[in-house]
């Protein structure tokens, strides 16, 4: 029992030597000052740092911009621009040469119909033209035995009276077939052409190979939709209609183009609010350059008259992060908040307008981005 107490002594002397030879090393980085560490507080939006004067501080200014009203959107096709492509003849479609999202000219073949009603037209022009062929005949020999009175006048009335009602029959035959689409009258055919009445992109398609159409009393086969011009419809609250004004300009960003801007001119205010949103429609004209589609996402900025006090602070200060803005303020000690705020345009110098969340005279870490770095490391 002595050896054994004997030698947990010996051991523990042992490791104390060691130890003490260890820490009696030259450490080269032992003068070095230890590296910055940026600590998360309980609030995740809170953080604190032993060496907070590593972090620059900026004070927001005051800049003097006009108000502002954002509303979502979506573009739609200009209603007066629709204009449906329709048969009046019945029958069978036997050739398709355009189909749903082509883009077509004015004049342009869609497609071709086979009818029995243009058929029938065909009989009845040429059963008419027969008809005032032979009465013009007569009328031109009763006219020669009236000059030589070998008839009367009356009967020369009766001939002229014939005639003139031929021709009508004539025209109206004419007239019936360019109705039904045969613009040719001298080339009979019961196959006649439907042709896009203008230029844009086919929107609605009701129509198949080989299936049949009853004229006007079926769908329309095609909706063409002249999308140079088209429609920003915009829900606003009723809180904010009071600063929306018809004839005035809105700036309209697509969002699959965020980079490109369009101006849109405020030609209608719903006279009916939504139940439900308490929002009222709110229809912006705008001449496309190609970009927008129907269905598209928008958010239009609406401008008031009135100018407004806002902040401004460097473009490095603003953090954009999970879709928001943040800046980064002075919580007092050690401590820094990380605040929501809403960034507006960009101004000369670098500098970028704060809707809300930032007063003028207030200060946040000039370069957001390194604060934000070293939290994560």
Same mark, same amino acid.
């Given at each position: ?5 004997f ?22 980085s032992?003068g070095a ?5 940026v600590e998360?507080?309980e609030?995740?939006?809170?953080f ?8 620059p ?11 502002q009203?954002?509303?979502?959107g979506?573009?739609?096709p ?11 003849a019945?029958?069978r479609?036997?050739?398709i040469?355009?189909r749903l999202?082509?883009t ?13 009603d243009?058929?029938? +037209?065909f ?19 009763a ?10 006048k ?13 021709k ?5 035959? +004419? ?12 080339q009979p ?18 129509v ?7 004229g ?17 419809l915009?829900?606003?609250?009723e809180?904010?209609l009071?600063?929306i004004h ?8 697509l969002n ?11 030609s ?8 439900n949103?308490?929002t ?8 496309n350059?190609?970009?927008? =589609? ?5 958010t239009?900025?609406?401008h ?10 460097p ?6 992060l999970?879709d =928001? ?13 990380r605040?929501?705020?809403t960034a507006?345009n ?12 930032l ?7 000039s ?8 939290v994560?490391?």
């Amino acid at each position: 029992m002595k050896r054994k107490g004997f030698r947990t002594i010996l051991f523990g002397l042992l490791l104390a030597v060691a130890l003490t030879g260890c820490s009696s090393k030259f450490d080269p980085s032992a003068g070095a000052p230890p590296p910055l560490k940026v600590e998360k507080a309980e609030d995740s939006n809170i953080f604190q740092t032993d060496r907070p004067e590593q972090f620059p501080l900026v004070t927001a200014v005051e800049h003097l911009a006009v108000s502002q009203l954002n509303a979502t959107g979506t573009v739609s096709p200009d209603i007066s621009r629709n204009v449906p492509v329709i048969s009046v003849a019945s029958g069978r479609v036997v050739e398709i040469a355009a189909r749903l999202g082509d883009t077509v000219k004015k004049g342009q073949l869609l497609l071709r119909v086979q009818s029995a009603d243009v058929s029938a +037209a065909f009989s009845d022009y040429q059963k008419a033209v027969a008809d005032e062929q032979l009465t013009r005949t007569q009328l031109e020999r009763a006219e020669l035995l009236y000059a030589k009175g070998a008839i009367s006048k009356n009967d020369l009335q009766v001939a002229q009276n014939t005639n003139a009602k031929a021709k009508v029959d004539v025209t109206t035959a +004419a007239d019936h077939l360019r109705v039904l689409g045969s613009p040719n009258l001298d080339q009979p055919s019961g196959i006649i052409d439907i042709r896009a009445p203008i230029s844009g992109v086919i929107i609605d398609q009701q129509v198949t190979g080989a299936s049949g159409v009853q004229g006007l009393s079926s769908p329309n086969p095609f909706t063409i939709s002249d999308l140079s011009h088209v429609w920003i419809l915009c829900d606003v609250y009723e809180n904010d209609l009071a600063d929306i004004h018809l004839g005035e300009t809105a700036d309209v960003r697509l969002n699959a183009y965020p980079n490109n801007s369009f101006t849109g001119v405020i030609s209608n205010i719903g006279a009916v609010l939504d139940p439900n949103l308490r929002t009222a429609k709110v229809r912006l004209e705008v001449r496309n350059s190609g970009l927008m =589609r129907p269905g598209m996402f928008v958010t239009a900025t609406f401008h008031g008259k009135k100018k407004e006090p806002h902040a401004a602070v460097p473009a490095t200060a603003i953090l954009h992060l999970h879709d =928001r803005d943040w800046v980064y303020f002075l919580a007092g000690g050690k401590k820094f908040r990380r605040s929501e705020v809403t960034a507006g345009n960009m101004l000369p110098g670098n500098m970028q307008e704060i809707l809300s969340g930032l007063a003028p005279g207030q200060q946040v870490v000039s370069n957001a981005l390194e604060f934000q770095n070293s939290v994560e490391q």
